[in-house]
Each structure stands twice: as C-alpha cells, then as structure tokens.
C-alpha cells in the first residue's frame, strides 16, 4: 500500500516537473493569419534565345523597384500605431417637493381628536455625478512580412514573426494583414496604418513575462473570493 502511494506521488511530481518545463517552453498563442511563412510557387522557365540581346528571363524594368506581388514575396511593414482616446461624462439632477395637510373645525362629527391638526412634510433629491476615461497607447517599430496568398482583387494578405532570444527570455513580433499593392511605398515597405485586417502582436516569454502572470492557484481562489 505505501509502495502504492509512493508511486502515485512520484508520478504527480513528475507529470508536475514536467507541465512546468513545458510551461518555460511553450510559444505564445497567436491571432495572426496562419501560415506565417510560404514559398513562392515555382514560375515556367522561360526559353532563352540564343543570339538575341533582350532576353525575357533576365529582364529587369528600368523605372520599376521591385515590389512584392507573388506568394513567397517579401514586404517591409514600417508599425506605427497610435491611439488617444477620451471620455467624459457628468450629471446632475435635483428636485423639491413640498406638501401641507390641514383638519378645520369639525362639528357634530366624530373625530374631534383632529381637530386644528397640522401635517406637513418636506422632501429634496440631489445628485451630481460625473466621471472620465482617458487611454493612449504607441506601438513602433518594424517587422518584414511574407506574402502567403494573392487575392483576386490583387490585394496581398501577408503574415510574418520575428522572435529575439536574450539570455532566457524570447519575444515574438508578429503581424498579418491585407496590404494593397497601390499602397506600397518605396524599398518595398509601408505604413501599417495603411494595412486592413491588421493583427499586431508582441509577447514573451521567460521569468520575466511568468513574473507578471498570476498563478493558476490564485486565480482559482479569485474566482470564489467575493472582494
């Protein structure tokens, strides 16, 4: 029997062990549009002519950069996002309210009690409330996307990840969206600001990212805790 609680025990702490390394491990989740990379379809090869001086397979425009076009083409996103927004609200209401009650002269009528009684009563409500929001956020920076598929109307749906490793800590850059091709600038790149459907994100992970997340324990507890 102890041998039996023995190994149950040993087989929690192990699977325990092993969850958190797995933990330490485990690349963040993702919004972004999936795959993240492609390559470029394989082009027909073009018959050279022997002899000519204007060969098709190696022409290059003159007054054209290169610009992405074709799945598997590469395209700078220059990240610059920022947003400012505020809020605010007051109200005030107030009302008086007076009221009198009188009893004359009764005579020959039960109720003599009453007589030159006086009621009177006296009600005010006031409120004044108000409050104010206000949020700002700034995102910069800059990530080279990949295109993963050619829509029909021509536009360019990219996705991209760049991930940096420090000592033990890892970020992941990642965008994705659909990118106009009138609206990509020169050195192949644009703004993301003018990207539709963007997906930005920037995560981590490491003991620094762990040490602002809060336990699974805690958070257990927190859901049962009324303050």
């Known amino acids: 029997m102890k041998t039996l609680k023995a190994n149950s025990i040993s087989t929690f702490l192990s699977c325990l062990l092993l969850g958190s390394l797995a933990a330490c491990n485990?690349?963040?989740?993702?919004?972004?549009?999936?795959?993240?990379?492609?390559?470029p379809?394989?082009?027909?090869?073009?018959?050279?002519?022997?002899?000519?001086?204007?060969?098709?397979?190696?022409?290059?425009?003159?007054f054209e950069n290169h610009r992405a076009r074709h799945v598997g083409d590469t395209l700078t996103i220059q990240i610059n996002e920022k947003t400012a927004a505020a809020q605010k609200g007051n109200t005030k209401?107030?009302?008086?309210?007076?009221?009198?009650?009188?009893?004359?002269?009764?005579?020959?009528?039960?109720g003599k009690s009453f007589l030159?009684?006086?009621?009177?009563?006296?009600?005010?409500?006031?409120?004044?409330?108000?409050?104010?929001?206000n949020a700002n956020g700034s995102f910069t920076g800059t990530i080279t996307?990949?295109?993963?598929?050619?829509?029909a109307n021509g536009n360019l749906l990219v996705s991209g990840e760049k991930q940096v490793g420090l000592n033990y800590e890892n970020e992941f850059l990642r965008f994705s969206g659909v990118v106009s091709p009138s609206q990509i600038g020169f050195g192949n790149s644009v703004s993301s600001a003018q990207v539709a459907d963007a997906h930005?994100?920037?995560?981590?992970?490491?003991?620094?990212?762990?040490?602002?997340?809060?336990g699974w324990l805690a958070k257990f507890f927190l859901t049962f805790l009324p303050f």
């Open 93 to 110: 209401t107030n009302r008086t309210q007076a009221n009198s009650f009188s009893v004359p002269t009764l005579t020959g009528l039960p």
């Open 41 to 62: 379809v394989a082009q027909p090869a073009v018959q050279a002519l022997p002899g000519a001086i204007y060969q098709v397979s190696n022409a290059t425009p003159l």
């Open 145 to 151: 996307v990949t295109v993963i598929e050619v829509l």
């Open 200 to 214: 930005i994100e920037y995560r981590g992970t490491g003991s620094v990212d762990s040490a602002q997340i809060m």
């Open 26 to 39: 485990t690349v963040p989740p993702t919004n972004v549009h999936q795959p993240m990379s492609a390559r």
């Open 116 to 133: 030159n009684a006086a009621l009177q009563t006296n009600s005010s409500n006031s409120l004044d409330g108000s409050g104010e929001s």
